[in-house]
């Protein structure tokens, strides 16, 4: 089952996201990537039904850098997760909807770092912390706990890997590589 | 013109009209959320029709017995000199065996290919339209597509007809600038670039064998062995897939065809310790 988690931070958002692409009982890869990088600073985390997941992530991430070509500037990660969750609300009653469950991250100059839930029911919200899938029955109440809005970097690793530990003993699939992603400077851990 | 009359040419609008006397103008689908305002679609199909079910009436539950072409194993693994692409070649229909002489590769061009699992006719005619896009692709461009330029193309071939019953898991192979590559693509619109991917109901036994016996420093000789041993072990346990190994490698400067070998006869080959 896949997993997202986000945790945002002073100056700081942390993302993390399981790396299996699996089919019914198949892993068929190990390193899949979950994360689509919108801007330099905006990271979009996206988990669903096969197939909806790289094609709805592609589309608001080339319509993201197309805004930038057209108009000379990024959008702001609130923007960027609004016309997001719009493009998810718009097809939800058509023939086709996306299923998809996404966390967006962003770094804004002037209001901070954000972290957005949405859902496949076209929800969202700005939350401190986030995520999805099975495991998040298992770590949300470990964040609930031990998240502080003054955390540091280290203090957020450190809860974070507890959520991964939690997700990884307790979860059926035993091979649960995490990718981290710190997004300040956005360099993979 | 004079060749126009004598030929008995008629128009395309005049033949529409007679096919659609209620003047219906759009033979294509409307726009579904894959195909962001792109104007042309592949396909056809009429307003009202819906395939999906109408493929559901066929089977069992409809009445009628006509099962699909489903059962098969491939496999693809990318070593050191390339990629080996190995499949069986039975085609069933339910309990029936239609053939146990088919293939199951479709040669893109020389330094492309593809693998068919899932529904026959889906397979090869996604497929063969992906080879004349490709070979259109080098026309225009002047130079080879990439591996995973055809693989996204294919998958968003797949992508237009979601959920209209399409069935086909496939595994392009290449040999591109960037070194040898393997997609795996299939049509729920998943597509994967990775080192070893196998389709098909067999494929769960021929992951076994060759992850088991993967080496990444292997030699020629044992990678095309180790091709034959997944397919052969994974027919030998899946009723569904047999008949023969067809086996390609693919190289720097294109595929060469590797062996065409009996699964019966891998077998007894094998038989020591097996049971």
């Known amino acids: ?189 | 013109m004079a060749l126009v009359e004598v030929s008995g040419f008629k128009p395309y609008s005049e033949l529409r009209g007679q096919i659609f006397p209620t003047k219906q103008t759009h033979l294509v689908d409307r726009t579904s959320h894959y195909s962001f305002g792109t104007k042309t679609q592949e396909f056809a199909v009429p307003l009202g029709v819906e395939p999906s079910g109408f493929l559901k009436s066929c089977r069992n539950d409809g009445g009628v017995n006509i099962d699909l072409n489903h059962g098969t194993t491939t496999l693809a693994f990318k070593f050191r000199h390339g990629v080996i692409v190995a499949v069986d070649s039975r085609a069933s229909a339910g309990r029936y065996l239609a053939s146990n002489d088919v293939n199951k590769v479709i040669e893109i061009n020389p330094y492309l290919l593809g693998t068919m699992s899932g529904s026959a006719a889906d397979c090869q005619y996604w497929e063969r339209l992906l080879a004349k896009e490709c070979r259109l692709y080098r026309l225009r461009n002047n130079q080879r597509i990439s591996v995973a330029a055809a693989s996204k193309l294919l998958s968003n071939m797949m992508l237009g007809y979601r959920g209209m019953g399409l069935s086909m898991g496939s595994m392009i192979c290449g040999w591109d600038k960037e070194g040898p590559g393997l997609y795996y693509v299939d049509d729920n619109g998943t597509r994967l670039s990775g080192r070893m991917f196998s389709t098909g109901c067999g494929n769960s036994y021929a992951y076994g064998v060759v992850d088991s016996g993967y080496k990444e420093d292997m030699t020629v000789e044992e990678a095309y062995e180790l091709g034959r041993r997944g397919i052969a072990h994974a027919t030998h346990r899946d009723a569904y897939s047999g008949g023969v190994v067809n086996m390609y490698h693919m190289q720097e400067d294109g595929w060469i065809k590797v062996c065409k070998e009996d699964v019966s006869q891998l077998i007894h080959r094998y038989r020591k310790g097996m049971f």
């Open chain 1, 1 to 189: 089952m896949e997993y997202l988690i986000g945790i945002q931070g002073q100056d700081f958002v942390l993302v993390a996201a399981d790396n299996v692409a699996a089919s019914s009982i198949i892993q068929m890869k190990h390193d899949y990537d979950k994360m689509f990088k919108l801007s330099e600073k905006i990271l979009l985390l996206c988990v669903g039904e096969a197939g909806d997941t790289v094609q709805f992530a592609e589309y608001i991430q080339k319509n993201v850098q197309l805004y930038k070509m057209r108009n000379g500037y990024e959008l702001s990660p609130a923007a960027a997760a609004n016309f997001t969750r719009k493009n998810l609300a718009d097809y939800l009653r058509s023939r086709t909807p996306y299923h998809v469950n996404l966390l967006l991250a962003g770094y804004d100059d002037s209001d901070g770092p954000g972290l957005y839930y949405m859902d496949y029911l076209s929800s969202l919200a700005k939350a401190p912390f986030a995520a999805h899938g099975y495991g998040a029955f298992l770590t949300l109440s470990i964040l609930d706990r031990y998240y502080r809005p003054d955390l540091t970097r280290d203090e957020a690793m450190d809860l974070l890997k507890k959520c991964i530990e939690e997700v990884s003993s307790a979860s059926i699939s035993r091979r649960f590589h995490l990718h981290y992603l710190h997004l300040f400077n956005l360099f993979h851990l």
